[in-house]
């Protein structure tokens, strides 16, 4: 590290990962520095192609303020980009921001994060990258992978040097753009003070300075998962206290709302749902988890167990639920999936409470008719087949189909399902859509946003989560 010398004319980023966290970060970074050139590169070209296509609506991420920055910024000073190793080559500052899923066989398998791909592109920054290069770790990753970094980085030659930061990401999908553009704070770690000067004065353009935390590399990357576990944790609690509601009468969202005016709990994160889901949370517990496990630390890795076991919980409590309201049986009978997406604004599925829901439903020979405004049905048809899902051949397995339709999926439906909050499905008439649902009909709102006064005029009998059900309906 005594050897590093950082670039003096920082005029050229490149990030690795044309993502839902390359993309958006590059976007606004271009956007608030236009004396920067900021490449993003991916192995993927169909995914570069989408980035450069010239109709907005075919980005390949979508996010609310997305497609404005990108209209403003493609082709001047942000570009997308298969060329990886040239731009890896002229590149000042890397950013990696590639996926690191949890390991699916070998050592810590199902826990652990697989760094596969961080390794990959460690190795081609070290073939390519020419004279000194600040590479920023942003991908969520276990805590000590800078080190694995730093050493895959600097085995190649002596005429290269690299400094490595840890640079986490911590915007939420769905309200990226703000989340990047207004942070709470940036959090950078490392052990070279003048790489760490160069990314703040990247920042710095548009964030305060005050919100610019430096820190050693090592807790910059357990902050993350730190951060991440906690709002899962957040989470898990008061899903559990929605059980406890449903039990005794107590409205959930009463509970929540006077929980968080207490201003040591805050009144974020306290929307009970069906159980988080994101590319995030759980495998930033089981990174937590495994962390433990690796120093010994038994009874605090079952801590944070515990947020996974409630998650995993709540979804089934809820298909559960299902079925025992539609007198124990779904053969046969079709169901409206309100919602695929893992929250709303996105059209992300990434473990999204949807998949699993929809699978325990057709597990139970439901017929499925799924809607979501974003997500596309291969990505219904990737995702159960990532699980190992949706079995046609497995007797009494239900099926499912897809429409953009909301009209098309209620039609003659037994019961509908709210999975994602969107606003559509707030606003949806429920004594217009009592008229073409199959009687005795049922909704289930997972997400407390069905408008109750609309239904209360209807023969629909509904169930709102962490909220005692009312039954009192006649036929
Ligand atoms: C990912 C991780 O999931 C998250 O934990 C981390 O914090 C940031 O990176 P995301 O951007 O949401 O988040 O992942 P994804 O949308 O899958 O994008 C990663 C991209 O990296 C993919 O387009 C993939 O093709 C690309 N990639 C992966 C490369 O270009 N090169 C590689 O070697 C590996
Ligand atoms: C999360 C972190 O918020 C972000 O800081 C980090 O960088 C990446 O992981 P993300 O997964 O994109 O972001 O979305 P988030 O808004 O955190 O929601 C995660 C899941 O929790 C969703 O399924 C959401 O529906 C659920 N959730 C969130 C709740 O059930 N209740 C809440 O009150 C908030």
Redesign the pocket.
Known sequence: MDTFTPPKNVSKICCIGAGYVGGPTMAVIADNCPDLKVTIVDVNKERIDAWNSKNLKNLPVFEPGLENIIERTRGKNLFFSSNVHYEIQIADIIFLCVNTPTKSNGLGAGKASDLKWIEICAREISTYAKGNTIVVEKS?VPVKTAEVLKNILNTKSNDKFFSVLSN????????AIN?LQNPDRVLIGGEDQNSIKILSQIYSKWVDKNKIITTNVWSSELSKLS??AF??Q??SS??SISAICEKTGADIKEVSKSIGTDKRIGE??????????????QKDLLNLIYLCDFYNLPEVSQYWEGVIQINNWQKQRISRLVVEKLFGTLNGKKIAILGFA??AN?N?TRE??SIFICNDLLEEGANLHIHDPQVQETQIIQEFKDHSFNNPNKEGYGSWEFSKDIDKVIKDANAAIIVT?WDEYSSINWQEKEKIMSKPSWLFDTRLVSNSKSLEKTNITYWRLGNKINEDKNY
Do not use: H, Q
């Open positions: 969520t986490p990401e911590f915007l939420a999908e769905g309200s989340d951060a991440n709002l899962a957040r989470i008061i899903n974020k994160f306290l929307r009970s749902g069906p159980g988080f889901g994101g590319s995030c949370f893992f929250k996105t992300d999204s409470p909050e």
